[in-house]
């Protein structure tokens, strides 16, 4: 579809792009999910925000099922919407995450605020604030008695920001159930959204040493946090243009005056290609250790790689002639930072990430978003509600 064709074949698409958002508004009903901190290995916490997701769908006529979590994680919530097609197959699936990676408690040190055209707040980028404005955009097609093309169907999962361990089979099973999959991440600095994304996968890393008195018998010990410190120098130093390589949790020993048994830590590795992924796994799997401290590696969770497809490029077309008709550039590429849409993509389903609010500092005490990305990230958002 092009710019030249919308009018004439996506009447309630124009119309859509015209429904009257106000920042104003739209911050003031952000601000509570904002201030209900979430973070992912907090299960009760997790599921008071899913409760208060579910009361703002709820009022708008979705049928809600909540799905309890498993593993540790919290619940979902699956909101279906009405239909005069009913809820057949082929939908479209809103994807979307509510857990953070702010601890409770980080409201002290970010609170919500306003500060000329930010407004700050944990999660409030990533990704809650897309999250919002996708469901505001489905509130106010409501309100003004807009169909939307398909039928709708909004999944909200607990799971994300540690790579959806729990989750991964729900979101799959749903997406093949939908013709469609709109991802509201975080959009790009430029003001773009995401076609494809690369793959990632994560580890987890064990040094067993040997313990000794740290004072008395320094020299009998075989400390296992110092084998991971140069397990962690190696691992990092086999980054390279096509696959990166970090190490970001690390865990080890209980007394200050015992050379340490046991070291844990969490690496993940990423690549714009599935072959050079795949290398990445085969490098790390076969680490090993020069000392008489044990190392042992095992796979975490991987998201494949996603690459645009045909499907993925027509979505995207139909949401760059929308942001034309907003007067915007809608540029795309493929990133990092993987996503649900790595799943949903990598199943061949058209998929549209990215298209999320605008903002910064994600995973920081600075993260905030543009106020000035709200109004016309909601009014494409339900753009396309309206018309794929």
Not at 289 to 317: C, F, H, I, N
Request: charged share 20%; glycine share 12%; aromatic share 4%.
């Amino acid at each position: 579809m092009d710019a030249e064709t919308l009018p004439d074949q996506q009447p309630e698409a124009l119309r859509a792009l015209a429904l009257p958002f106000a920042p104003e508004a739209l911050l003031a009903g952000l601000r509570p999910w904002v201030e209900c901190e979430s973070p992912t290995f907090d299960a009760a916490a997790v599921n008071r925000m899913m409760s208060l997701a579910s009361r703002d769908l709820a009022i708008l006529g979705a049928r809600i099922e909540r799905i309890p979590g498993r593993m540790g994680f919290g619940d979902c919530i699956r909101a279906r919407f009405p239909h005069p097609d009913g809820e057949m197959e082929g939908g479209i699936l809103v994807l979307a995450h509510l857990d953070t990676v702010h601890p409770v408690g980080t409201l002290g040190a970010l609170p919500y605020r306003v500060e000329g055209d930010r407004a700050f707040g944990p999660g409030i980028c990533d990704m809650k604030g897309g999250t919002f404005i996708a469901l505001q955009a489905m509130a106010a097609m409501v309100q003004a008695g807009i169909a939307t093309r398909r039928p709708v169907t909004f999944l909200l999962t607990s799971d994300e920001e540690v790579g959806s361990p729990s989750t991964r089979d729900l979101i799959e099973a749903e997406a093949a159930r939908h013709e469609v999959v709109l991802v509201p991440e975080p959009g790009r600095p430029d003001g773009g959204v995401v076609t494809g994304r690369y793959a990632i996968a994560r580890f987890n890393l064990r040094t067993t040493g040997r313990p000794s008195h740290a004072g008395s018998a320094l020299s009998d010990g075989r400390s296992a946090v110092r084998e991971m410190c140069k397990q962690i120098l190696a691992i990092e130093a086999m980054t390279t243009d096509a696959c990166t390589f970090s190490v970001g949790v690390i865990h080890g020993g209980q007394w200050v005056n015992c050379v340490a048994t046991h070291c844990d830590a969490e690496a993940l590795s990423m690549a714009k290609r599935q072959d050079d992924l795949d290398r990445a796994v085969e490098q790390m799997l076969g680490l090993g250790t020069q000392s008489d401290v044990g190392l042992e590696v095992k796979r975490g969770v991987t998201r494949p790689v996603w690459e645009p497809d045909a499907g993925t490029m027509r979505l995207y077309g139909t949401a760059k002639s929308l942001a034309a008709r907003l007067g915007l550039g809608l540029p795309h590429a493929s990133a990092g930072g993987g996503s649900d849409g790595n799943f949903t993509g990598a199943m061949g389903i058209p998929t549209l990430d990215g298209l999320g609010v605008q903002g910064a500092g994600i995973h920081t005490l600075q993260e905030h978003l543009l106020i000035e990305s709200l109004v016309p990230r909601a009014r494409m958002f339900a753009g396309l509600l309206a018309s794929v």
